[in-house]
């Protein structure tokens, strides 16, 4: 058995059947190399083209974050004051704080339903947390039309995870002051 390769190829075939699928092309075939003598860039005589200048990128202003200040000794005050700085201060529509049995200790915005997921969510996470090198203390995922970010945290009376909800993930940068806004408000309690 022979297996044809590409230099059997009937070249008037292919550029017929290319012809077909692209009737908006030029007929003319496009020039890859010059001919030897032509003039090229850095000749003497010749002027080198000047290379189109890329249009300015639009640099983003980066809205610094405060950090969460807890002033309460309250543990309700303190979830409330949580909440209302995720709030106001992450892309989301909504936010939450439950334990790791998903038990909504706060929210806003958010359904009941969407904060029942936490519970099973963290559960299933124990497993990818026993991987070395593995942080699986924050994450995404979408719930139909809309992403829920959420970071966890481990103190003596169990998991508590902050949570959002909106159209995209977070990015890693708000990931890691949900931490510690996290680890701040529940410091203590």
């Known amino acids: 058995?022979?297996?044809?390769?590409?230099?059997?190829?009937?070249?008037?075939?292919?550029t017929s059947l290319l012809a077909r699928?692209?009737?908006t092309r030029s007929r003319e075939p496009a020039t890859l190399v010059t001919a030897m003598g032509a003039?090229?860039?850095g000749a003497p005589g010749k002027a080198a083209p000047v290379p189109a200048k890329a249009a300015p990128k639009e640099v983003?202003?980066?809205?610094?974050?405060p950090r969460l200040v807890q002033t309460s000794d309250n543990p309700a005050d303190r979830l409330d004051t949580l909440v209302a700085w995720t709030l106001d201060h992450h892309p989301c529509v909504g936010a939450f704080v439950a334990d790791d049995n998903g038990l909504t200790l706060?929210?806003?915005?958010?359904?009941?339903?969407?904060?029942?997921?936490?519970?099973?969510l963290l559960s299933a996470l124990v497993g990818v947390r026993s991987i070395p090198g593995v942080d699986a203390t924050a994450g995404a995922?979408?719930?139909?039309?809309?992403?829920?970010?959420?970071?966890?945290?481990?103190?003596?009376?169990?998991?508590?995870?902050?949570?959002?909800?909106?159209?995209?993930?977070?990015?890693t940068r708000s990931f890691e002051q949900l931490k510690e806004a996290l680890a701040t408000t529940l410091r203590g309690l």
Request: glycine residues 12%; charged residues 20%; hydrophobic residues 45%.
């Open 1 to 14: 058995m022979t297996v044809r390769s590409v230099s059997w190829t009937d070249a008037q075939r292919v």
């Open 21 to 23: 699928v692209t009737t």
């Open 39 to 41: 003039g090229r860039a």
């Open 60 to 65: 983003k202003q980066v809205k610094e974050v």
């Open 106 to 120: 706060a929210a806003h915005g958010i359904s009941e339903a969407h904060v029942s997921l936490v519970g099973p």
């Open 141 to 171: 995922l979408w719930l139909g039309a809309q992403m829920m970010s959420w970071v966890e945290a481990r103190t003596a009376r169990g998991g508590f995870c902050l949570g959002t909800v909106g159209d995209e993930a977070l990015s």
